[in-house]
């Protein structure tokens, strides 16, 4: 089913497989901002991109934003929401990028969420943000990297003891310590 769900995809312009690419590292739920800032478009651009997805059913709008967003200047806080049409849809398009490149999606998307977060007031999904930077963490080049997404990964998994979730607590916490000890790499 996978393999099948790739070369539907590769039929698609290359500018939405990209999107279908990217948006697949984001979650099977996504919005059209955090697509944009990971691409680096306008969210107008990046919705474009992803309509051949859209009208080939590979991607649902969860909201009528998304036909606002090919006004000709439309508000900059429009923000479509999507999801995958099947899981099996966003494996496919997850396997067209390579070990390297995957990791290096999720340390920018990891990044752009963790931006977003704090420009929001703290608003935002820690756990989704711990959960892409963690995918990327190969990315992390300094101390600095390492000891940020060490106390990220306790600060999640103190959230998910508060929230009795002990298994995704465990994991944040094994790999805040894992990160912990890259610093003996850097001699720190």
Same mark, same amino acid.
């Given at each position: 089913?996978v ?5 539907n995809i590769q039929k ?5 497989q990209?999107?279908l ?6 979650g ?12 680096e ?10 309509w051949?997805?859209?009208t ?7 909201d009528?934003?998304y036909?606002?967003l090919t006004?000709a ?18 494996q496919a ?6 070990e390297?490149?995957?990791t290096?999606?999720?340390? !920018?998307?990891?990044?752009i969420?963790r931006?977003?977060?704090? *420009?929001?007031?703290g608003?935002? %999904?820690? /756990?989704? +943000?711990?959960?892409q ?8 080049r300094?101390?600095?990297e390492w000891r ?8 999640a ?5 508060a929230?009795?979730?002990? !298994?995704p607590a465990?994991e ?5 310590? *894992?990160?912990l000890?890259?610093? %003996?790499? /850097?001699? +720190?």
């Open positions: 089913v393999a099948l769900m790739t070369g698609l312009a290359e500018a939405a990209e999107k690419k990217l948006a697949a590292c984001i099977s739920r996504f919005d059209v901002q955090t697509l944009a800032l990971a691409v478009q306008s969210p107008r651009d990046a919705a474009v991109d992803l051949p997805a859209v080939e059913g590979f991607v649902i709008p969860l009528e934003t036909t606002l006004v200047e439309p508000e900059a806080s429009l923000n479509a929401r999507y999801k995958f049409a099947h899981d099996r849809i966003q398009a997850y396997s067209l990028l390579t390297e490149e995957k290096a999606v999720h340390w !920018q998307i990891g990044q969420m931006a977003a977060i704090q *420009a929001n007031g608003e935002g %999904d820690p /756990f989704a +943000v711990a959960n930077l963690n995918l990327g963490q190969a990315e992390a300094s101390p600095v940020s997404l060490a106390r990220l990964n306790l600060q998994g103190q959230m998910a003891i929230g009795s979730a002990y !298994q465990y944040y916490l094994r790999n805040g310590l *894992a990160q000890a890259r610093l %003996d790499d /850097f001699g +720190v």
